[in-house]
Every structure is written in C-alpha cells, then in structure tokens.
C-alpha cells in the first residue's frame, strides 16, 4: 500500500530557505497519471495548495507563492521535494504531501492519498 | 485565485442530515475532504458526486450552477470534523480549497 512520509526540520529562521522531502514508499512515482503534491495548513486554519509535481519534472505553482518555491523529483529515490525561499512567521504550518491524480484537464486533478504532515515553525 | 466560500460552521443532531455548501465565482468539479482533529484530510468525494471505495454511503455530493453540495445522511459523532470543498480555477491555473466548514454534532 502506497504511503507519504514527510521529513524537514521543525524549526525554521525566518529570511531562510526552508526544505522538506516526501518519501514514497509501497510504490513507484513513476506512473502515469499520478502527480505530487504539497498542501499546508497554518494552525487553526484551512488548507492551502502549495504546487503539484510529475515525475518528469513538470509542475504546477499556487501563483502567490511562485517567486519563492520549487519543487523537484527524485524518481531513483522515489521522492520529492519543496524548497521555500525567504520564510516568515505567516509560513508557519503542517506541510502535507500528498498524491495528485491527474487525468484529463486540470479540473478533473485531485488528492487521493496524503501524508501525515510535518509541522514547520518560523521563528527566529 | 478566487475564493471559495463554505459556511464556518455547521450544527445537526444525531441521525439527522448535514449539508455543507461550496460556493466559487466559476465552480468546475468540487472535490471534498473530511480533517478529523490532528489528522490528514481524508478524500469522501471526487467529480461532484462520486464516492471514493470506502467511504460509506451515508456521504454524497451534488452541484448545481456555481454551488457544490456535500450531504451527510443519517450523521454520527463521528462525523464531527472539519470539512473542505477543493475546486480548480482556470483563470489563475491554481486549485483552491475551500474555507473549512466545521461540523458539530450536538
């Protein structure tokens, strides 16, 4: 049975780039249809789509974050990552990673499968 | 991206039903997402009305016009949780979840 781990420090500075990783495991990345995600939820607070990634390398962005994040995929060691630049105290959150089916057009693309989620604190 | 709008809160009594709305400017399919307190979003519907293997029968979805419905039939305690609608915008080529809607059953 496929499961998500997410893995990244707790604890970040905020200005600083803040990386975490979700390992696949039970499965592979590489199938068709099947795209990657990262979903964060500020304490308290409802849930907010990060970006979505293929195992090619295609992705997708949430527009108000795109000048700070990237993701990237490591099909040989069936993860994926999220790095986010400049962190402040409002990115403060549980950053869940989660699988992202996707077939057809955009509107027909959803999250069947998540992660436990990790929660990241921006403080200095 | 736009804003896709839930009630915060919704109250109903055991073996009652509960109807969540999920309103956007533009709604193509709705998808929704039962959060139980310290856990990770659990997928109940997919493409408006269609129910994952699993989830019982009790939940089921609709959508008219820009207005999509989650319906809990028959509600338990153990539905109390939070519950989020996700749709896609094309305008700004992003998915966007819903305000939360809470569901207490009193």
């Known amino acids: 049975q496929l499961q998500l781990q997410e893995s990244g420090p707790g604890l970040a500075t905020p200005s600083e780039t803040l990386s975490l990783t979700c390992n696949v495991s039970g499965g592979s990345m590489s199938i068709r249809n099947y795209y990657w995600g990262w979903v964060r939820q500020p304490p308290g607070k409802g849930l907010e789509w990060i970006g979505t990634i293929y195992y090619t390398g295609s992705s997708y962005y949430n527009p108000s974050l795109k000048q700070r994040i990237a993701l990237s995929v490591d099909t040989s060691k069936n993860h994926f990552s999220l790095k986010m630049s400049s962190v402040i105290a409002a990115d403060t959150a549980v950053y869940y990673c989660?699988?992202?089916?996707?077939?057809?057009?955009?509107?027909?693309?959803?999250?069947?499968?998540w992660g436990r989620g990790t929660l990241v604190t921006v403080s200095s | 991206s736009f804003e896709v709008t839930q009630p915060p809160s919704v109250s109903v009594s055991p073996g009652q039903t509960a109807r969540i709305t999920c309103s956007a400017p533009?709604?193509?399919?709705a998808y929704w997402y039962q959060q139980r307190p310290g856990q990770s979003p659990v997928l109940l519907i997919y493409q408006d009305t269609k129910r994952p293997s699993g989830i019982p029968d009790r939940f089921s979805g609709s959508s008219s016009g820009n207005t999509a419905t989650l319906t809990i039939s028959g509600t338990q305690a153990l539905d109390e949780a939070d519950y989020y609608c996700?749709?896609?915008?094309?305008?700004?080529?992003?998915?966007?979840f819903g305000t939360g809607t809470k569901v207490t059953v009193l």
């Open positions: 533009r709604l193509w399919y």
């Open positions: 996700l749709t896609w915008d094309s305008r700004s080529d992003s998915f966007v």
């Open positions: 989660a699988r992202h089916l996707g077939y057809g057009a955009q509107e027909h693309w959803y999250f069947d499968l």
